[in-house]
């Protein structure tokens, strides 16, 4: 028997070999969680219930015990995901949906950063005696999606938002720094550079220095912090790396919506109405993308891509999943997981997450577990559950192809940015209203929460008397 091969395929090669002696215990369980059989038994685990609005977050914190959501409905909660119970839930202060939350590291869990279409970024910090205190950080003009902690420290993070600034945060003080303000890349030095609205923002976590940036064009930017110091006279948007695949080099139609580092450096980003790409850290278009010749791009080899999916809508993540990052994971608009090889883009796991749109994936830090959220008021749960490996959906063609079919009629349309996100905007608005109407959701009461610092109980009881937002507009592009 050809068991390098079987154990490729399946891991029990490494079960083999643990009995034999030849490998750690350790090791078995990295590999065997990293099997096509386990992955292809993945379903769906529990759904944690507790929102009034759709979640457009969901992280595991450091341990991998604990997960944290946030919503439309402007409340925070942590969760027991293991037992599916709700161990508090509180106020953001927050005057808008909140986008992303994350829970410090090394802080007991007991600080937790929000981010907010209302261009705040918060912090919550649970007291003793059952309080919450929360404060506002700093501010962006223009929605931030997305915040990145600096791995294994409980003080540093950043932000990016709108309005094309990146900004970093130290908890030690009560002051935000700007870092820099990004702006497109141009030809013409006499041609003003237009701002690059931010959707995303990622650190490299083999080298913290490194951050990632992706939004309003098609270029992934990669940052060195320490060359990153804001003067409104001489700004500092130089980065020491540039990501795009060739074909959307120059095109207007295209921007970032999410992106991942993989524990290797390889840098996953998803495009709005496109693909999904993979960038190796060496094999980018240096700081000046423009100024590469036509004849010394085409030398360069094109990105794996991954495809099947739709993201169009919505703000949607991308992630890696697997002890070493074996496998990509997507959400789409037609609600499905999508979870890909890495290796060669073979799909392997298609399933419904959500009545709507999949928005947003967290994989566990240590388990081949992943949490979901979208459209839903619900965050999902998903592990190897099935006794029997299921096969793909029969209609996965049809799915693909209908998703396909999306992007292409999408393309012929030529839109400037501020039209297609006016456009988009309209749409989810639409989708939710009717989303309303069907399941006879109330009008959320609306929030006036000041700015101010506040402290608030967090209990059921309060979780279900206070008001929750009356914003609709989810996590959309």
């Not at 060359?227 to 295209?254: G, M």
Request: glycine residues 8%; hydrophobic residues 30%.
């Amino acid at each position: 028997m050809d068991w390098s091969y079987k154990g490729a395929k399946d891991g029990f090669t490494e079960i083999y070999r643990r009995e034999m002696g030849f490998s750690r215990p350790r090791n078995v369980a990295r590999r065997f969680s990293a099997s096509q059989v386990l992955v292809k038994r993945i379903n769906l685990y529990q759904k944690l219930n507790g929102h009034q609005g759709c979640v457009n977050t969901v992280e595991f914190n450091s341990t991998g015990d604990l997960l944290v959501s946030g919503s439309d409905d402007k409340r925070v909660i942590l969760w027991n995901w293991a037992t599916g119970s709700k161990i508090f839930s509180y106020s953001s202060g927050h005057l808008d949906n909140i986008f992303q939350t994350c829970i410090m590291p090394f802080t007991d869990d007991q600080n937790i950063v929000t981010s907010s279409a209302d261009g705040q970024v918060r912090l919550g910090q649970v007291l003793e005696g059952g309080q919450v205190e929360t404060k506002r950080l700093g501010k962006h003009q223009g929605r931030v999606h997305k915040l990145a902690v600096e791995p294994g420290c409980p003080h540093i993070l950043y932000s990016c938002g709108e309005d094309g600034f990146v900004q970093h945060f130290d908890l030690r003080s009560s002051t935000a720094t700007k870092l820099f303000y990004c702006s497109s890349f141009t030809q013409n030095s006499k041609q003003p550079p237009n701002s690059i609205r931010l959707n995303t923002i990622v650190i490299d976590p083999r080298n913290p220095y490194y951050f990632a940036v992706g939004g309003s064009d098609e270029y992934a930017r990669v940052y060195d912090i320490r060359r990153c110091h804001w003067d409104a006279a001489t700004n500092s948007d130089n980065p020491v790396n540039t990501f795009c695949p060739h074909k959307l080099i120059e095109n207007n139609d295209v921007h970032i919506t999410g992106m991942a580092y993989s524990s290797s450096s390889e840098l996953l980003v998803s495009y709005n109405d496109e693909l999904i790409y993979l960038f190796e850290k060496n094999k980018g278009l240096g700081p000046s993308p423009l100024s590469i010749c036509p004849e010394d791009l085409q030398k360069q080899e094109e990105p794996p891509v991954y495809v099947g999916h739709r993201n169009s809508e919505t703000i949607k993540g991308v992630n890696f999943f697997g002890p070493n990052d074996e496998y990509v994971l997507s959400g789409s608009d037609c609600g499905h997981v999508f979870i890909w090889e890495k290796k060669g883009g073979k799909l392997v796991r298609l399933m419904m997450g959500d009545r709507h749109v999949v928005n947003q994936l967290e994989p566990h830090p240590h388990l081949p577990i992943f949490a979901t959220c979208g459209i839903e008021k619900s965050v999902k749960l998903w592990s190897p559950m099935a006794s029997d490996v299921p096969p793909l959906p029969d209609n996965v063609e049809k799915i693909m192809e209908s998703n396909r079919q999306g992007r292409e009629d999408h393309s012929r349309i030529t839109l400037t940015p501020d039209v297609i996100m006016h456009v988009l905007r309209l749409q989810r608005r639409q989708t939710l209203a009717y989303i309303e109407r069907r399941y006879n959701r109330a009008d959320f009461e609306s929030d006036d929460e000041d700015e101010e610092d506040h402290v608030l109980r967090f209990s059921d009881a309060d979780a279900s008397s206070e008001g929750v937002g009356n914003s609709r507009d989810c996590n959309i592009s």
